[in-house]
């Protein structure tokens, strides 16, 4: 038979082994992948800004930085919906607040879109600011 001690030793292990491993779970599905959904919204914000004088006026631009604008700011829309999708229990998450709401994700997704592509086409400055605002709305970046 195993002194009480020795057992109460084991158990505590036990349970701290389990709590770990758990823990781990829960930060590799829900923790990491949250932070590195928050890291492309930091990104989005930084491209809004970066490149707001090539969505906003166009020729003023060379067509170098519009292609530059327009892969750039659809690279971050792709970024955002692949980092969005491996989110466990996502749901949720926006139900409590803790992530920006899946329509949100997805509609700043379409304008970061129509910003990548209004380098190209004659569009309205106040058109493509409404779509930069409204990124920022969706995403929580304001």
Known sequence: ??????AAALL???IGVV???????????VIEPI?????IRGEIADSLVFYADVYSNPKSST????????????QKAALLTSRTYVIRGY???SWVGVVPR?????SACRNLIALS??????????ETYQWAEEIKRLLKLI
């Open 117 to 126: 592509n209004s380098v190209f086409a004659e569009v309205h400055p106040s």
């Open 1 to 6: 038979m195993i002194p009480e001690s020795v």
């Open 35 to 39: 932070h590195k959904q928050d890291e």
């Open 63 to 74: 067509m170098e930085e519009r292609e530059r604008a327009s892969r750039d700011l659809r």
């Open 102 to 106: 899946n329509e949100d994700v997805f």
């Open 91 to 93: 749901r949720f998450l």
């Open 19 to 29: 709590v770990y491993v758990l823990g781990q779970v829960f930060s590799n599905l």
């Open 12 to 14: 505590t292990v036990l």
